[in-house]
Protein backbone atom coordinates (compact mmCIF):
# COMPACT_ATOMS: atom_id res chain seq x y z
CA UNK A 1 0.00 0.00 0.00
CA UNK A 2 1.11 3.90 -0.88
CA UNK A 3 1.91 5.89 2.13
CA UNK A 4 0.61 8.77 3.10
CA UNK A 5 1.83 11.99 1.78
CA UNK A 6 4.03 13.60 4.89
CA UNK A 7 3.52 17.45 5.84
CA UNK A 8 5.17 18.58 8.81
CA UNK A 9 3.65 18.78 11.86
CA UNK A 10 2.08 22.53 12.35
CA UNK A 11 0.06 24.00 15.01
CA UNK A 12 -0.87 27.80 14.88
CA UNK A 13 -2.03 29.52 17.96
CA UNK A 14 -5.64 31.67 17.42
CA UNK A 15 -4.68 35.55 17.25
CA UNK A 16 -7.78 37.61 18.77
CA UNK A 17 -8.88 40.76 18.16
CA UNK A 18 -6.96 41.38 14.99
CA UNK A 19 -9.96 40.79 13.02
CA UNK A 20 -9.22 42.49 9.25
CA UNK A 21 -11.94 43.71 7.65
CA UNK A 22 -10.63 42.85 4.52
CA UNK A 23 -11.01 39.37 5.59
CA UNK A 24 -8.00 37.06 6.33
CA UNK A 25 -4.79 37.18 4.09
CA UNK A 26 -4.63 35.34 1.52
CA UNK A 27 -2.61 32.50 0.95
CA UNK A 28 -0.35 32.61 -1.85
CA UNK A 29 -1.33 30.07 -4.37
CA UNK A 30 1.07 27.26 -5.52
CA UNK A 31 2.57 28.55 -9.02
CA UNK A 32 4.22 25.64 -10.84
CA UNK A 33 4.60 26.33 -14.37
CA UNK A 34 5.51 30.16 -16.25
CA UNK A 35 4.07 30.19 -19.52
CA UNK A 36 3.82 26.11 -18.89
CA UNK A 37 6.99 25.37 -18.31
CA UNK A 38 7.55 23.56 -14.81
CA UNK A 39 9.51 25.62 -12.31
CA UNK A 40 11.24 22.61 -10.41
CA UNK A 41 12.63 21.20 -13.97
CA UNK A 42 13.23 24.31 -15.08
CA UNK A 43 15.44 24.54 -11.81
CA UNK A 44 16.91 20.96 -11.87
CA UNK A 45 18.26 21.67 -15.10
CA UNK A 46 20.13 25.14 -14.19
CA UNK A 47 20.32 25.48 -10.89
CA UNK A 48 19.07 27.10 -8.63
CA UNK A 49 18.64 30.17 -8.02
CA UNK A 50 17.93 31.10 -11.15
CA UNK A 51 15.66 34.38 -12.58
CA UNK A 52 13.48 33.25 -15.19
CA UNK A 53 11.99 35.82 -17.74
CA UNK A 54 8.88 35.83 -19.73
CA UNK A 55 9.01 36.86 -23.45
CA UNK A 56 5.34 36.09 -23.73
CA UNK A 57 4.73 38.38 -20.86
CA UNK A 58 7.33 41.87 -21.97
CA UNK A 59 5.70 41.59 -25.33
CA UNK A 60 1.94 42.05 -24.07
CA UNK A 61 3.57 44.93 -21.40
CA UNK A 62 5.43 46.54 -24.18
CA UNK A 63 2.13 46.26 -26.52
CA UNK A 64 -0.52 46.70 -24.02
CA UNK A 65 0.98 50.23 -22.64
CA UNK A 66 2.06 51.50 -26.47
CA UNK A 67 -1.22 50.74 -27.40
CA UNK A 68 -2.67 53.05 -24.28
CA UNK A 69 -1.14 55.94 -25.04
CA UNK A 70 -0.99 55.77 -28.87
CA UNK A 71 -5.26 55.66 -28.21
CA UNK A 72 -4.73 58.60 -26.45
CA UNK A 73 -2.08 60.76 -28.59
CA UNK A 74 -1.33 60.74 -32.06
CA UNK A 75 2.87 60.31 -31.78
CA UNK A 76 4.13 58.37 -28.86
CA UNK A 77 7.92 56.73 -28.64
CA UNK A 78 8.83 54.55 -25.93
CA UNK A 79 12.70 54.48 -25.24
CA UNK A 80 13.54 51.39 -23.42
CA UNK A 81 15.40 52.39 -19.75
CA UNK A 82 18.39 50.65 -20.04
CA UNK A 83 19.23 50.53 -15.94
CA UNK A 84 16.20 49.14 -15.50
CA UNK A 85 17.39 45.76 -17.26
CA UNK A 86 20.31 45.73 -19.40
CA UNK A 87 20.37 42.18 -20.37
CA UNK A 88 21.00 41.79 -24.04
CA UNK A 89 17.92 39.75 -25.15
CA UNK A 90 15.91 42.00 -23.12
CA UNK A 91 17.38 44.88 -24.70
CA UNK A 92 16.66 43.65 -28.26
CA UNK A 93 13.69 42.23 -27.19
CA UNK A 94 12.16 46.18 -26.74
CA UNK A 95 13.94 47.12 -29.76
CA UNK A 96 12.20 44.50 -32.34
CA UNK A 97 8.86 46.07 -30.55
CA UNK A 98 10.00 49.42 -31.72
CA UNK A 99 11.26 50.88 -28.77
CA UNK A 100 14.25 53.58 -29.07
CA UNK A 101 17.05 53.00 -25.92
CA UNK A 102 17.28 55.35 -23.24
CA UNK A 103 20.87 55.41 -21.57
CA UNK A 104 22.42 57.31 -18.20
CA UNK A 105 25.84 56.34 -18.91
CA UNK A 106 28.55 55.82 -21.22
CA UNK A 107 28.69 52.09 -20.48
CA UNK A 108 25.01 51.28 -21.01
CA UNK A 109 25.37 54.02 -24.14
CA UNK A 110 27.93 51.45 -25.74
CA UNK A 111 25.72 48.83 -24.78
CA UNK A 112 23.08 49.92 -26.85
CA UNK A 113 25.19 50.75 -29.72
CA UNK A 114 27.18 47.34 -29.72
CA UNK A 115 23.65 45.80 -29.72
CA UNK A 116 23.03 47.58 -33.13
CA UNK A 117 21.12 50.59 -32.00
CA UNK A 118 21.36 53.66 -34.48
CA UNK A 119 23.40 56.47 -32.36
CA UNK A 120 19.63 58.65 -33.80
CA UNK A 121 17.90 56.32 -31.57
CA UNK A 122 19.23 56.93 -27.83
CA UNK A 123 18.34 59.24 -25.39
CA UNK A 124 21.38 60.23 -23.27
CA UNK A 125 20.22 60.98 -19.67
CA UNK A 126 22.06 61.28 -16.57
CA UNK A 127 24.69 63.31 -15.05
CA UNK A 128 27.56 61.67 -15.97
CA UNK A 129 28.68 62.49 -19.24
CA UNK A 130 32.18 62.63 -19.97
CA UNK A 131 34.14 64.84 -22.97
CA UNK A 132 34.85 62.06 -24.74
CA UNK A 133 31.03 60.57 -24.33
CA UNK A 134 29.31 63.98 -24.89
CA UNK A 135 31.43 64.18 -28.70
CA UNK A 136 30.54 60.19 -29.79
CA UNK A 137 27.06 61.13 -28.75
CA UNK A 138 27.22 64.33 -30.42
CA UNK A 139 28.37 63.03 -33.91
CA UNK A 140 26.05 59.83 -33.72
CA UNK A 141 23.29 61.99 -33.28
CA UNK A 142 21.74 61.24 -29.91
CA UNK A 143 19.41 63.16 -28.19
CA UNK A 144 21.44 64.43 -25.70
CA UNK A 145 19.05 65.65 -22.53
CA UNK A 146 21.53 68.42 -20.54
CA UNK A 147 21.50 68.15 -16.84
CA UNK A 148 23.10 70.98 -15.50
CA UNK A 149 25.02 74.21 -16.59
CA UNK A 150 28.85 72.48 -16.61
CA UNK A 151 27.30 70.10 -18.95
CA UNK A 152 25.80 72.96 -20.69
CA UNK A 153 28.99 74.55 -21.51
CA UNK A 154 30.78 71.12 -21.75
CA UNK A 155 28.84 71.01 -24.97
CA UNK A 156 29.11 74.15 -26.42
CA UNK A 157 32.90 74.17 -25.99
CA UNK A 158 32.91 70.42 -27.94
CA UNK A 159 31.20 71.89 -30.89
CA UNK A 160 32.86 74.44 -31.01
CA UNK A 161 36.39 72.43 -30.94
CA UNK A 162 35.57 70.08 -32.87
CA UNK A 163 32.76 72.06 -35.35
CA UNK A 164 29.99 70.45 -34.77
CA UNK A 165 26.10 70.84 -34.20
CA UNK A 166 24.63 68.73 -31.87
CA UNK A 167 21.07 67.99 -31.28
CA UNK A 168 20.20 68.43 -27.19
CA UNK A 169 17.40 69.11 -25.03
CA UNK A 170 17.48 69.51 -21.40
CA UNK A 171 15.95 67.91 -17.95
CA UNK A 172 13.82 69.90 -16.13
CA UNK A 173 12.78 69.02 -12.66
CA UNK A 174 9.96 70.53 -10.80
CA UNK A 175 7.40 70.76 -7.75
CA UNK A 176 4.85 68.49 -8.72
CA UNK A 177 3.27 68.15 -5.46
CA UNK A 178 4.86 65.18 -4.00
CA UNK A 179 7.57 63.97 -2.13
CA UNK A 180 10.50 63.77 -2.42
CA UNK A 181 10.99 66.08 -4.94
CA UNK A 182 13.70 64.84 -7.53
CA UNK A 183 15.37 68.36 -7.96
CA UNK A 184 18.96 66.95 -8.06
CA UNK A 185 18.85 66.29 -11.84
CA UNK A 186 18.40 68.91 -14.50
CA UNK A 187 17.06 72.39 -14.16
CA UNK A 188 14.34 73.60 -11.69
CA UNK A 189 11.38 75.02 -12.95
CA UNK A 190 10.01 77.31 -10.49
CA UNK A 191 12.98 79.50 -9.68
CA UNK A 192 13.66 80.18 -13.88
CA UNK A 193 16.73 77.86 -14.19
CA UNK A 194 14.82 75.85 -17.37
CA UNK A 195 14.19 79.22 -18.67
CA UNK A 196 17.77 80.65 -18.02
CA UNK A 197 18.71 77.11 -19.70
CA UNK A 198 16.94 77.01 -22.58
CA UNK A 199 17.69 80.75 -23.66
CA UNK A 200 21.56 79.81 -23.52
CA UNK A 201 20.85 76.72 -25.67
CA UNK A 202 18.80 79.10 -28.00
CA UNK A 203 21.61 81.80 -28.13
CA UNK A 204 23.94 79.08 -29.25
CA UNK A 205 23.81 78.18 -33.79
CA UNK A 206 25.68 75.19 -32.90
CA UNK A 207 22.77 73.48 -30.34
CA UNK A 208 19.55 72.27 -31.54
CA UNK A 209 17.17 72.70 -29.46
CA UNK A 210 14.70 69.27 -29.78
CA UNK A 211 13.33 68.65 -26.68
CA UNK A 212 12.03 69.23 -22.91
CA UNK A 213 12.92 65.92 -20.68
CA UNK A 214 11.41 65.50 -17.06
CA UNK A 215 11.24 62.29 -14.76
CA UNK A 216 9.17 63.38 -11.67
CA UNK A 217 10.26 60.00 -10.02
CA UNK A 218 10.10 56.02 -9.73
CA UNK A 219 6.88 54.39 -8.63
CA UNK A 220 4.73 57.48 -8.50
CA UNK A 221 0.96 56.44 -6.85
CA UNK A 222 -0.78 58.68 -8.26
CA UNK A 223 -1.97 60.63 -11.28
CA UNK A 224 -2.08 64.07 -10.21
CA UNK A 225 2.16 64.93 -10.60
CA UNK A 226 2.18 63.64 -14.11
CA UNK A 227 -0.91 65.92 -15.17
CA UNK A 228 1.35 68.43 -13.51
CA UNK A 229 4.73 67.84 -15.00
CA UNK A 230 3.09 67.67 -18.35
CA UNK A 231 1.26 70.81 -17.90
CA UNK A 232 4.53 72.49 -16.76
CA UNK A 233 6.39 71.48 -19.83
CA UNK A 234 3.68 72.53 -22.03
CA UNK A 235 3.88 76.18 -20.40
CA UNK A 236 7.57 75.99 -21.52
CA UNK A 237 6.62 74.54 -24.72
CA UNK A 238 4.70 77.27 -25.43
CA UNK A 239 7.01 80.13 -24.57
CA UNK A 240 9.60 78.68 -27.00
CA UNK A 241 6.68 78.79 -30.01
CA UNK A 242 5.34 82.02 -28.84
CA UNK A 243 8.50 83.57 -27.71
CA UNK A 244 11.10 82.54 -30.63
CA UNK A 245 9.04 80.32 -32.80
CA UNK A 246 10.78 77.01 -31.79
CA UNK A 247 8.37 74.19 -32.26
CA UNK A 248 10.03 71.40 -30.80
CA UNK A 249 10.14 67.85 -32.11
CA UNK A 250 9.23 66.14 -29.08
CA UNK A 251 8.30 65.76 -25.47
CA UNK A 252 9.94 63.44 -22.57
CA UNK A 253 7.63 62.91 -19.69
CA UNK A 254 10.68 59.77 -18.15
CA UNK A 255 9.30 56.68 -16.62
CA UNK A 256 8.02 56.00 -13.42
CA UNK A 257 5.01 54.61 -13.58
CA UNK A 258 4.63 51.91 -10.59
CA UNK A 259 4.53 47.76 -11.40
CA UNK A 260 2.50 45.21 -9.06
CA UNK A 261 5.14 44.91 -6.65
CA UNK A 262 3.53 46.00 -2.90
CA UNK A 263 5.96 48.90 -1.10
CA UNK A 264 6.74 47.55 2.73
CA UNK A 265 4.81 49.97 4.92
CA UNK A 266 1.41 49.73 2.34
CA UNK A 267 -1.02 47.38 3.65
CA UNK A 268 -3.09 47.24 0.75
CA UNK A 269 -1.91 45.20 -1.99
CA UNK A 270 -0.52 47.26 -5.20
CA UNK A 271 -3.06 45.66 -7.66
CA UNK A 272 -6.09 46.95 -5.56
CA UNK A 273 -4.51 50.67 -4.97
CA UNK A 274 -2.70 52.07 -7.88
CA UNK A 275 -4.49 53.67 -10.83
CA UNK A 276 -5.00 52.02 -14.22
CA UNK A 277 -2.09 52.45 -16.98
CA UNK A 278 -5.14 54.35 -18.79
CA UNK A 279 -5.33 56.89 -15.76
CA UNK A 280 -1.87 57.68 -15.92
CA UNK A 281 -1.82 58.19 -19.33
CA UNK A 282 -5.51 60.27 -19.62
CA UNK A 283 -3.32 62.73 -17.31
CA UNK A 284 0.36 62.47 -19.03
CA UNK A 285 -1.78 62.87 -22.54
CA UNK A 286 -4.42 65.35 -22.22
CA UNK A 287 -2.34 68.48 -21.13
CA UNK A 288 -0.05 68.18 -24.27
CA UNK A 289 -3.46 69.48 -26.40
CA UNK A 290 -3.08 73.17 -24.84
CA UNK A 291 0.27 73.49 -27.17
CA UNK A 292 -0.23 76.63 -29.31
CA UNK A 293 0.37 74.11 -32.34
CA UNK A 294 -1.75 72.68 -34.99
CA UNK A 295 -2.48 69.11 -34.53
CA UNK A 296 0.15 67.93 -37.79
CA UNK A 297 2.88 70.38 -35.54
CA UNK A 298 2.19 68.43 -31.78
CA UNK A 299 5.60 66.83 -30.92
CA UNK A 300 6.42 63.45 -30.22
CA UNK A 301 5.69 62.32 -26.73
CA UNK A 302 8.58 60.45 -25.55
CA UNK A 303 8.28 57.93 -22.32
CA UNK A 304 11.16 56.30 -20.93
CA UNK A 305 9.07 53.22 -18.76
CA UNK A 306 11.11 50.02 -17.47
CA UNK A 307 9.65 49.21 -14.34
CA UNK A 308 5.89 48.92 -15.23
CA UNK A 309 7.24 47.13 -18.53
CA UNK A 310 9.50 44.04 -16.94
CA UNK A 311 8.91 43.56 -13.33
CA UNK A 312 5.99 41.27 -13.67
CA UNK A 313 7.70 39.29 -16.19
CA UNK A 314 10.73 38.20 -14.35
CA UNK A 315 10.65 35.56 -11.58
CA UNK A 316 13.40 34.58 -8.90
CA UNK A 317 13.18 30.40 -8.39
CA UNK A 318 14.77 29.70 -5.48
CA UNK A 319 15.36 26.53 -3.09
CA UNK A 320 14.89 25.97 0.61
CA UNK A 321 17.81 25.49 2.61
CA UNK A 322 16.28 25.13 6.04
CA UNK A 323 14.04 25.48 8.61
CA UNK A 324 14.14 27.35 11.75
CA UNK A 325 12.59 28.66 14.84
CA UNK A 326 13.16 31.71 16.01
CA UNK A 327 13.62 32.49 19.76
CA UNK A 328 10.21 33.99 20.03
CA UNK A 329 8.60 30.97 18.48
CA UNK A 330 7.76 32.50 14.99
CA UNK A 331 9.20 30.47 12.46
CA UNK A 332 12.07 31.34 9.56
CA UNK A 333 13.02 29.32 6.20
CA UNK A 334 16.54 29.96 4.62
CA UNK A 335 16.42 30.04 0.25
CA UNK A 336 19.11 30.20 -1.92
CA UNK A 337 18.51 33.69 -3.12
CA UNK A 338 19.59 36.37 -0.72
CA UNK A 339 19.23 40.49 -0.66
CA UNK A 340 22.76 40.10 -3.21
CA UNK A 341 20.30 39.18 -6.16
CA UNK A 342 17.33 40.89 -5.24
CA UNK A 343 18.04 44.62 -3.70
CA UNK A 344 14.47 45.58 -4.56
CA UNK A 345 13.79 43.45 -0.95
CA UNK A 346 14.85 46.43 0.69
CA UNK A 347 11.83 48.23 -0.17
CA UNK A 348 9.06 46.06 -1.73
CA UNK A 349 7.04 43.27 0.08
CA UNK A 350 7.95 40.84 -3.29
CA UNK A 351 4.89 38.28 -3.44
CA UNK A 352 6.57 35.05 -2.84
CA UNK A 353 4.54 31.27 -4.11
CA UNK A 354 5.74 27.43 -3.76
CA UNK A 355 6.43 26.04 -7.01
CA UNK A 356 4.55 23.19 -5.87
CA UNK A 357 1.47 21.96 -4.86
CA UNK A 358 1.28 22.15 -1.00
CA UNK A 359 -1.53 21.49 1.59
CA UNK A 360 -4.09 24.32 2.63
CA UNK A 361 -2.37 24.66 6.11
CA UNK A 362 -0.02 27.58 6.09
CA UNK A 363 2.39 29.41 8.48
CA UNK A 364 3.70 32.66 8.77
CA UNK A 365 7.53 32.75 8.67
CA UNK A 366 10.23 34.86 7.99
CA UNK A 367 12.00 34.47 4.80
CA UNK A 368 16.04 34.54 5.04
CA UNK A 369 18.51 34.93 2.35
CA UNK A 370 21.84 32.69 2.10
CA UNK A 371 24.13 35.10 3.58
CA UNK A 372 25.78 35.61 6.71
CA UNK A 373 24.60 38.70 7.25
CA UNK A 374 22.21 39.88 9.37
CA UNK A 375 20.77 42.35 7.05
CA UNK A 376 19.45 39.37 4.36
CA UNK A 377 15.45 38.86 4.52
CA UNK A 378 13.49 38.60 1.39
CA UNK A 379 10.23 38.64 3.32
CA UNK A 380 10.14 39.90 7.62
CA UNK A 381 6.53 38.00 7.91
CA UNK A 382 4.90 35.97 4.35
CA UNK A 383 2.29 33.01 4.74
CA UNK A 384 3.58 29.99 3.43
CA UNK A 385 2.69 26.40 3.65
CA UNK A 386 4.99 23.83 5.38
CA UNK A 387 8.37 23.92 2.91
CA UNK A 388 10.60 20.66 3.07
CA UNK A 389 14.31 21.76 2.63
CA UNK A 390 14.77 21.20 -0.92
CA UNK A 391 11.37 22.29 -2.32
CA UNK A 392 11.39 25.43 -4.48
CA UNK A 393 10.10 28.82 -4.18
CA UNK A 394 9.34 31.58 -7.01
CA UNK A 395 9.76 34.94 -5.89
CA UNK A 396 7.47 37.51 -7.92
CA UNK A 397 7.84 40.52 -9.99
CA UNK A 398 11.51 40.80 -10.09
CA UNK A 399 12.27 41.56 -13.86
CA UNK A 400 13.04 45.01 -12.97
CA UNK A 401 16.09 46.44 -11.32
CA UNK A 402 17.26 42.57 -9.67
CA UNK A 403 19.84 41.66 -12.53
CA UNK A 404 21.48 45.54 -12.84
CA UNK A 405 21.67 45.88 -9.20
CA UNK A 406 22.64 42.54 -8.26
CA UNK A 407 25.96 41.94 -6.83
CA UNK A 408 28.56 39.57 -6.41
CA UNK A 409 28.41 39.11 -2.42
CA UNK A 410 29.70 36.25 -0.75
CA UNK A 411 27.73 33.90 -3.63
CA UNK A 412 28.17 33.99 -7.18
CA UNK A 413 25.19 35.31 -9.54
CA UNK A 414 23.39 32.43 -10.78
CA UNK A 415 22.01 31.70 -14.85
CA UNK A 416 19.78 33.68 -16.46
CA UNK A 417 17.01 32.07 -18.67
CA UNK A 418 14.27 33.10 -20.66
CA UNK A 419 10.82 31.32 -21.85
CA UNK A 420 10.05 32.35 -25.54
CA UNK A 421 7.11 32.10 -26.85
CA UNK A 422 7.67 29.33 -28.51
CA UNK A 423 8.16 27.56 -25.17
CA UNK A 424 11.70 27.39 -25.38
CA UNK A 425 14.04 28.13 -22.93
CA UNK A 426 17.00 30.15 -23.83
CA UNK A 427 19.80 30.75 -21.30
CA UNK A 428 20.27 34.71 -21.10
CA UNK A 429 23.28 34.59 -19.23
CA UNK A 430 26.06 32.11 -17.58
CA UNK A 431 26.35 31.73 -13.65
CA UNK A 432 29.21 33.25 -12.51
CA UNK A 433 32.51 31.12 -11.62
CA UNK A 434 35.60 31.49 -9.09
CA UNK A 435 37.60 32.21 -12.73
CA UNK A 436 35.21 35.12 -13.62
CA UNK A 437 35.62 36.65 -10.63
CA UNK A 438 39.64 36.18 -9.86
CA UNK A 439 40.12 37.06 -13.65
CA UNK A 440 39.94 41.54 -13.09
CA UNK A 441 42.34 40.60 -9.61
CA UNK A 442 45.56 41.16 -9.62
CA UNK A 443 47.71 39.87 -6.65
CA UNK A 444 51.36 41.54 -5.99
CA UNK A 445 53.99 39.54 -6.58
CA UNK A 446 55.21 39.27 -2.87
CA UNK A 447 52.00 38.07 -1.45
CA UNK A 448 51.92 35.64 -3.82
CA UNK A 449 53.29 33.22 -1.21
CA UNK A 450 52.34 32.21 2.25
CA UNK A 451 53.39 29.44 5.04
CA UNK A 452 50.83 28.99 7.77
CA UNK B 1 14.38 10.71 24.78
CA UNK B 2 12.47 11.79 27.00
CA UNK B 3 8.67 11.70 27.39
CA UNK B 4 5.86 13.52 27.93
CA UNK B 5 2.31 14.19 29.25
CA UNK B 6 -0.44 16.06 27.52
CA UNK B 7 -2.00 18.38 30.30
CA UNK B 8 -5.65 17.06 31.68
CA UNK B 9 -7.71 19.87 30.97
CA UNK B 10 -7.46 20.47 27.48
CA UNK B 11 -9.77 20.29 25.14
CA UNK B 12 -9.32 18.86 21.73
CA UNK B 13 -11.62 18.43 19.29
CA UNK B 14 -11.41 15.32 16.38
CA UNK B 15 -11.02 18.27 13.69
CA UNK B 16 -7.62 19.68 15.45
CA UNK B 17 -9.07 22.70 17.06
CA UNK B 18 -7.36 22.79 20.71
CA UNK B 19 -8.33 24.96 23.99
CA UNK B 20 -6.50 25.27 27.20
CA UNK B 21 -8.69 26.64 29.74
CA UNK B 22 -6.02 28.01 32.08
CA UNK B 23 -4.60 29.91 29.48
CA UNK B 24 -7.49 30.60 27.64
CA UNK B 25 -6.15 30.18 24.41
CA UNK B 26 -6.76 28.13 21.58
CA UNK B 27 -4.79 26.77 18.59
CA UNK B 28 -5.44 24.81 15.15
CA UNK B 29 -3.32 21.72 14.39
CA UNK B 30 -2.82 20.24 10.97
CA UNK B 31 -4.30 16.50 10.55
CA UNK B 32 -0.61 15.30 11.32
CA UNK B 33 0.05 17.31 14.54
CA UNK B 34 -3.80 16.63 15.57
CA UNK B 35 -3.11 12.98 15.10
CA UNK B 36 0.48 13.51 17.21
CA UNK B 37 -1.37 15.08 19.70
CA UNK B 38 -3.73 12.55 20.55
CA UNK B 39 -0.91 9.32 20.63
CA UNK B 40 0.13 11.47 23.24
CA UNK B 41 -3.09 12.08 25.03
CA UNK B 42 -3.23 8.06 24.83
CA UNK B 43 -0.10 7.95 26.88
CA UNK B 44 1.84 6.76 23.68
CA UNK B 45 6.30 7.11 23.72
CA UNK B 46 7.93 9.37 21.19
CA UNK B 47 9.65 6.36 19.89
CA UNK B 48 5.87 4.86 19.66
CA UNK B 49 5.18 7.82 17.92
CA UNK B 50 7.52 7.87 15.40
CA UNK B 51 7.24 4.31 14.18
CA UNK B 52 3.92 4.89 13.61
CA UNK B 53 4.23 7.80 11.78
CA UNK B 54 7.35 6.20 10.07
CA UNK B 55 5.19 3.15 8.88
CA UNK B 56 2.15 5.43 7.73
CA UNK B 57 3.42 8.38 5.92
CA UNK B 58 6.03 8.93 3.02
CA UNK B 59 8.98 10.15 5.57
CA UNK B 60 12.70 9.50 6.49
CA UNK B 61 13.52 8.82 9.86
CA UNK B 62 16.08 11.83 10.61
CA UNK B 63 13.69 14.75 8.58
CA UNK B 64 10.76 13.35 10.91
CA UNK B 65 13.06 13.41 13.96
CA UNK B 66 13.73 17.33 12.94
CA UNK B 67 10.03 18.15 12.65
CA UNK B 68 8.68 16.19 15.85
CA UNK B 69 11.55 18.03 18.32
CA UNK B 70 10.43 21.01 16.56
CA UNK B 71 6.98 20.51 17.30
CA UNK B 72 7.30 18.93 21.02
CA UNK B 73 9.31 22.12 21.66
CA UNK B 74 6.16 24.10 20.18
CA UNK B 75 3.63 22.25 23.07
CA UNK B 76 6.13 22.51 25.85
CA UNK B 77 6.63 26.64 24.92
CA UNK B 78 2.25 26.38 24.74
CA UNK B 79 2.20 24.90 28.01
CA UNK B 80 0.05 21.69 26.02
CA UNK B 81 2.38 19.13 27.14
CA UNK B 82 4.97 18.58 29.79
CA UNK B 83 8.24 15.97 29.88
CA UNK B 84 7.17 13.09 32.21
Not at chain 1, 342 to 351: A, V
Not at chain 1, 368 to 376: A, H, K, R, V
Amino acid sequence: MDKKIYERPVIIKQQMGFMNKFGSAPANQPLTHIDNVSVVEMAEKYGSPLFVFSEKKIRQNYRNLNRIFKTRYPKVQFAWSYKTNYLNAVCSLFHQEGAWAEVVSEFEYERARKLGVKGENIIFNGPDKTIEGIKKAIEEKAKIHIDHFDELYDIINITEKYNLKADVGIRVNMDTGIYPKWDRFGFNYENGEAVQALKRIISNERLNLVGLHTHIGTYIMSTEPYKIAAQKLVVLANMLIDQYDIKLDYIDLGGGLPSHNTLKGQYLEAEQLLPTLEQYADAITSPLYDLNLSPSEFPTLFLENGRVLIDDAGFLVSKVLANKRLSDGRRSTVIDAGVNLLFTSFWFKHKVRPAQVSSTYTESATLYGPLCMNIDIIRDDVVLPTLKKGEYLVIMYVGAYSVTQWMQFITLRPNIVMITEEGKIEQLRKSENLDYIMEQEILPEKLKEFSI
Amino acid sequence: MSNYKVFDNLAVSESGFLFSPSTGESFTLNPIANQILHLLKQGETINQIKEKILSEYDIDESSLEKDLDDFINQLINYKIVEEK
